[in-house]
């Protein structure tokens, strides 16, 4: 082989040996440029909306318009006896069935029954305002006086006589007199005169007893001037 073919043979393997190193050298951009796409952590604008913060909102305090200083104060009645002395002949019992003497059967007794003399002075048990004046068929004559705090008094077996302040919305005081004791009630008729008394607190019925007492007549002065 003579010098110009081992040139030409040399050449030719520098040749291939550089396009080698060309190609490798591309290769290895592309992959280098892919892994780097790969690994490029995204954007904040290509951000997942499960990665975007939620906003929540708390539920406003509802405002009232008390005070927080401002007490609560409740309703206080003090009671008077309806009458000045009397004998109770007949006590509340209104869940066990008492005998009445007059229709000859048991029944409830929502009230009480005070006996004194006819024309004995019958008083409001407390500050109100008359609600009713009439004249019931079975309990006779009525006074009905509603009171602060849910209660209601009911004065029966009243005189037909009612003084003439005593009338439908008018104030009255504890202790004035609003009838005097009478017999006008037709299923007690049989009893000796006497007020039928009820109170009531939010339409419920509850013992007078428990809110005032009766004197009891001291039967040694009771015809006594």
């Not at 490029?40 to 975007?52: G, Q, Y």
């Not at 008390?66 to 409740?74: E, G």
Request: a negative charge; one cysteine or more.
């Amino acid at each position: 082989m003579n010098q110009n073919q081992k040139n030409l043979q040399r050449n030719r393997i520098l040749a291939i040996a550089l396009a080698l190193l060309v190609v490798t050298a591309i290769t290895v951009t592309i992959v280098a440029v892919v892994s780097s796409k790969r690994t490029k952590p995204p954007k904040d604008d290509e951000t997942t909306a499960s990665s975007t913060p939620v906003e929540t909102t708390r539920p406003k305090p509802i405002e009232t318009t008390a005070k927080a200083d401002d007490p609560v104060v409740a309703e206080d009645v003090t009671f008077v006896s309806p009458v000045t002395t009397g004998t109770v002949i007949k006590e509340w019992s209104a869940d066990i069935p008492v005998f009445s003497s007059t229709m000859e059967d048991y029944r409830v007794h929502l009230g009480i029954d005070v006996e004194a003399d006819a024309g004995t002075p019958v008083y409001a048990v407390a500050d109100g305002t008359v609600t009713s004046v009439e004249f019931h068929p079975m309990m006779g004559q009525t006074v009905v006086i509603t009171h602060a705090g849910g209660y209601k008094s009911v004065y029966q077996n009243l005189q037909t006589k009612i003084p003439d302040a005593v009338k439908e919305g008018a104030t009255v005081k504890a202790g004035d007199e609003i009838g005097a004791l009478g017999d006008t009630a037709l299923i007690e008729i049989s009893e000796a005169p006497h007020l039928h008394f009820e109170l009531y607190k939010d339409d419920i019925c509850e013992n007078p007893l428990s809110h005032f007492t009766i004197t009891p007549i001291n039967e040694q002065n009771r015809f006594e001037d």
